[in-house]
């Protein structure tokens, strides 16, 4: 068993654990409150206001603070009041209330105990193909995602192999239980389900068959009857060989709709992923291209979709790789709603060994989409068994941070950041900034030695971790960067594969010439010669060996300021293993990328250093 409760994560302040007996928010606002407060000569009252719901506001008083807000309110502002005083950032003003409404943790936990893509350990609540928790832990974990205002946990992977398809029937009773263990924080649960589920009982999914949907109407309300405050069913349809309406010829508004007409009677949502595409193409088709897919089947659809239908669109056209332009979906479809999904597991992104923190990540796609052009976030988590809840000590950042952009969208990158450094660990000031400063800069360094100018797909297959820049080039999941002696990257301009076309006209025109394109894009939208001249001035060869010469260097360069951080035990010994480990990575990355481009260019690196024959 590891030893999470002295493992605090960000809430340190708050070590006392929470008793079994508080049943709602406002008890836990009430109890949080009186237990940091008690010897701060500080008095807290609430003022609860059931309409303001989730929303709260802090007022000062010659004693101390009111807080007001509903049942959930109460607890938000709590939290909102503990972290400034503790972070030293001034208390909201006026009424706060989040951007979004449904701020969904998408977990891929198996019922084995294992975790799809999880880097932080087994699972926190399944094993053995039954339910397995600590209720304290689980309780913790509650508190964790109240604090950031997470609201809804799916609670098993996307992928629903067997006995998760139990979780909306014979399972339920154990379902209910651990729901009840999360609600007192404000959050309630999600359960993926499989859309053939039905065949077992009437022989066919087919969504416009009435038997079908008179046994999801009946499983809808028993479930419900079990977990009324259930927030919805997630699907996974159609993709990466899961079932779906295309085997009955049916659309996937007609597949979606079917379930969200059986559960909308309870307030369900049926969130229905557009993570669609062939996984199974031919490498030598350079028609197909995987980006498009998406755009090219929802497109169609907009409009089509019931009102409590919520389509979860992943933040890129691909699949969550280092950099990807934003999917051209979040900004076609003008009448359906939708979810942005992130992945908080680290999958593409250094796996909760190498740092890579997503805050200026969210705020260039919010920035750049409108968050407005949603109605709600999802993000894949990146929690597990470990002690540290994820993996690495320093990975609970992104956690934390994805709860406050749910919140609000517009959150600064380098605020958010200090402050879970000034939470979780008590350093001296200058110590909290070099933290800071390391993780805010640590996409960059991550990108500069592994996927660059947007050359995404150069991982080791299946691990998705470590350099293997052919590892997915002549595989079927449509992920190529078809370099040869003459040129690199994928042309999806008009003159190529068309992909820019699903953009509207003025990102069009910035990413379909050479010339405006952002370097970090260039090579996902263009191919280029190895000879081709950079903005900057530099060849396009010569940009592949700087970035992976001075990614690596920054990455050595972390580790000494990592070095020089009075980190408590274990996250100090924890921390520094995984540094190591990120540094022979980044050495890996930096000397294959090289020696793998010099071989096909014949070009020398200007700067005479060090590249393997
Ligand atoms: C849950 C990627 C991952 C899969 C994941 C899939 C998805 O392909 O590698 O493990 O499956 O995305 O998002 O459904």
Redesign the pocket.
Known sequence: MSNWENRPAWLRALPRPVPAELETPAAVAAWEAGAYFENRQISVSFRREEAMGEAYAIAQTPSGYEIGGGEAGLMYGAYALIFALETGTPVPRGVQKPYYALRMLDC?DNMSGEI??GYAGRSLWFEGGKFSYEPARIRQLGRMLGSVGVNVLCLN???VHQPAQHLIDSLLPEAASFASLLRPFGVRLMISIDFSQPIGDVGTADPLDERVQAWWAETAKKVWAAVPDLAGFLV?AD??HRPGPNTYHRTHAEGANMLARAIRPYGGKLVW?A?VYNCMQDWRDTKTDRPRAAYDLYKPLDGAFDENVILQV?HGPF??QVREPLSPLLLGLERTPMAIEF?LAQ?YTGQQIDLYAMPPMWREIFDQMGPERVSAVAA?SNLGRDGCWTGHPFAALNLFAYGLYAWNPQADPETVIRAWAKLTYALPENQTAALTGMLLNSRSVYEKYTANLGLCWMITPNS?YGPNPYGYEFQAWGTYIRADRNAVGIDRTESGTGYVNQYPAELKALYASPDTCPDGLLLFFHRLPYGWVMKDGRTLIQRLYDDHFEGCARAEAMKKTLESLDLPEPDRQEARERMEAQVRNAREWRDILNTFFRRFSGADDAQGRKIYD
């Open positions: 891929w799809e893509r992977n996307v992928n996974k993709s990466e992923r993570f992943k699949d969550f992945q999958e894949v998705h």
